[in-house]
């Protein structure tokens, strides 16, 4: 018999701890449900304490999600597991997930406790988030780095005490392959009750051994693996789950598990992420990169004509990149318009929203000839960032560009309601564009990253920029989509100033503790 790995999605709340990563709650809504679609088991929501508005995002999660497990996050404190067990009271199944570090150097010099105060917390954080549901998972943080029979008492109790779930944490991303499968194998050896839970990882990647430590660990008997899409997360980023999910389903040779997973959703999923949170997909990307099942050298052409096995391990369809790809163009209708969205995961809460996303779609085919699945998922992202962004808006944008000449840029920017224009010279037609917002908005921003790549093939693809802009610490993204990449690049950098004026309301989850 085959077991069930079950698949732990750490998306919308590790994957949101990335800088710039911030979602909103209609986004989280929007991956959440692609999430279910996908058969994610587990769907980690949110650390709900951080700030009011990352509770209504779990809470909209929680009453949007029926097939999927609903989880939230908590530190072992009173208000923590009790404001996550009012964030995902509506949800069909729900889960508290709390936690506390375990380490030497965690306990002395972050907690300041003493090991048996951290085993009593642990236990009565449990305890606690039992009385609001019977599905709590405890994670240990630091474990990588943890004294192994420190651990085993900990775990012990928590078990005992009702954990369902017991989460190994490699918090620094220290670990090796083989000491982690290891560590996971002698514990669920000698924990008395390891029978009564399952055994569960979370491994960062700063190492670039999320996935490797993550698989020795079910290799070893884990059950459960904590991912995100694109292998999005903070710092270096945690395991990926396209790359999890295909290495067992394609090496069933060698894990005695499977996952549920609906494979064919993977590349939607990705690209859904990566076009909210603004973190292109690197090409070169396992399973989701644009050249994951590319090939250019002739004896690989060649090889794959002949027979697909010589040179692919995986079928291109099996994970999503020749799903149904109705091409809509400017003389298609609302109903395949909302059809195909509604293929996509893209639903309206209202007709408003819909007539205006098809406004848009309309406004794109007079640019493209043919508009494809990716597109559709731009212009719905677009529509959110307008719809999210009322006090700057992009009004007008006007470039001069010539050999021998210095690129000049006119802007019309509105701030609250108040159009306001400016010029400016720049080094090339981006860089001018740039200067003439900033000499509206004087945010005094220092740019991080520009990034451009193409949605679709072709000359008349819209082009996807991304802008990262940094002042006093705090760090966010912008996203800017458009058939000219001048107006694409002013959209995303008037995106990311709208994040970085507006007024900080959530609490990075790393300030307190975070797994």
């Keep these: 018999m085959t077991d069930r790995l079950i698949i732990f999605d750490t998306t919308l709340r590790d ?31 949110g650390f709900p304490i951080a700030s009011a508005g990352d509770f209504e995002a779990v809470k909209a999660v929680a009453e949007a999600v029926t097939e999927s497990t609903v989880c939230a996050l908590a530190r072992a404190t009173e208000k923590d597991i009790d404001r996550a067990a009012e964030a995902i009271r509506p949800a069909s199944s729900g889960r508290i997930h709390t936690f506390i570090a375990t380490s030497p150097i965690h306990m002395q010099e972050k907690l300041r406790m003493q090991p048996d105060e951290v085993v009593e917390r642990a236990v009565w954080a449990v305890k606690r988030a039992r009385q609001y549901t019977d599905d709590v998972e405890f994670s240990p943080e630091d474990a990588g780095r943890s004294e192994p029979d420190f651990l085993c008492r900990v775990l012990e109790a928590v078990i005992d005490a009702g954990a369902k779930t017991v989460n190994i944490p490699d918090t620094v991303g220290y670990n090796v392959p083989q000491q982690f499968g290891d560590l996971i194998a002698s514990l669920i050896e000698r924990v008395p009750n390891s029978d009564k839970a399952v055994f569960s990882v979370h491994c960062h990647n700063d190492l670039g051994l999320a996935v490797a ?59 859904l992420v990566s076009n909210i949170t603004g973190f292109p997909v690197q090409p070169n990307k396992a399973i989701v990169g644009a050249n994951a099942f590319a090939h250019e050298s002739g004896i690989h052409q060649d090889g794959v004509i002949k027979k697909r096995e010589t040179y692919e391990i995986m079928r291109a369809e099996d994970v999503g990149w020749s799903a149904n790809r109705m091409v809509l163009g400017k003389h298609s209708g609302r109903h395949a318009f909302r059809a195909r969205l509604a293929e996509l995961g893209i639903e309206f809460e209202s007709e408003e929203g819909l007539n205006s996303a098809f406004a848009r779609f309309k406004d794109l085919a007079d640019k493209k000839h043919e508009i494809f699945d990716e597109d559709l998922q731009a212009l719905v992202t677009e529509e959110g960032l307008e719809q999210a962004n009322e006090s700057l808006k992009l009004v007008a944008l006007k470039v001069c560009s010539q050999t021998g000449e210095i690129p000049l840029a006119d802007v019309t920017v509105s701030v609250d309601g108040q159009e306001r224009h400016s010029s400016a010279e720049g080094g090339g037609p981006v860089d001018a564009a740039f200067r003439a917002i900033e000499a509206v908005v004087q945010s005094g921003s220092q740019l991080q990253l520009y990034s451009v790549s193409n949605i679709t093939s072709g000359t008349d693809s819209q082009g996807e920029v991304t802008v990262r802009l940094e002042k006093g610490g705090r760090i966010v993204n912008g996203h800017g989509a458009d058939t000219d990449i001048v107006v694409a690049s002013a959209k995303a950098y008037i995106h990311a100033l709208s994040k970085l004026v507006a007024p900080a309301q959530k609490a990075h989850p790393q300030r307190g503790q975070a797994i």
Excluded: H, W, Y
């Excluded at 809504?29 to 679609?37: D, F, G, Q, T, Y």
């Excluded at 999890?244 to 060698?254: G, P």
């Design 213 to 271: 430590n993550s698989l020795s660990a079910v290799a070893n008997g884990a059950r459960q693996v904590e991912c995100t899409i694109n292998g999005l997360g903070e710092r270096a980023g945690n395991a990926s789950l396209e790359e999890i999910v295909m290495a067992v389903r394609t090496r069933q040779d060698i894990f005695a598990c499977d996952t549920g997973i609906d494979t064919t959703q993977i590349v939607p999923a990705s690209r």
């Design 15 to 45: 994957g949101e701890q990335s800088p710039g990563a911030s979602m909103n709650r209609d986004e989280k809504v929007r991956i959440a449900k692609v999430l279910e679609r996908m058969r994610v088991d587990v769907i980690e929501a």
